[in-house]
């Protein structure tokens, strides 16, 4: 069984984006906001909220799940920032173009 499927069996939310929207105030007012905080503060943060909200639920392809949620607004990102230009973005991202373009097919970006 995967991550998402054990959430939604249980209730709970099916991405760590859920998650982190119906878990508002639990962030300790010292945490700087979302817009200025680094990416790494950001996703320990958003992993803290997601398995508080498991309330010992169990997960199995948080890895996955995880690098999808991740990846998605990753390649999209990178796209916009070279104009839509994919040799460009597969240069920055480090990957081969191919590559590039197999995820962004996975994700339904093109």
């Not at 392809?61 to 839509?84: I, K, Q, R």
Request: aromatic share 6%.
């Amino acid at each position: 069984m995967t991550s998402r499927q054990t959430i939604d069996q249980t209730s709970s939310f099916s991405t760590l984006g859920d998650a982190n929207q119906d878990l508002d105030g639990l962030a300790p007012t010292d945490m700087a906001s979302s817009d200025d905080r680094p990416l790494r503060e950001a996703v320990l943060w958003s992993m803290r909220r997601y398995f508080n909200h498991l309330d010992g639920g169990t997960v199995t392809d948080l890895h996955a799940m995880v690098l999808a949620e991740v990846e998605a607004p990753l390649l999209s990102s990178v796209l916009e920032y070279t104009n839509g230009n994919q040799t460009r973005a597969a240069e920055m991202l480090g990957l081969n173009r191919g590559t590039l373009r197999k995820k962004l097919k996975h994700y339904d970006l093109i």
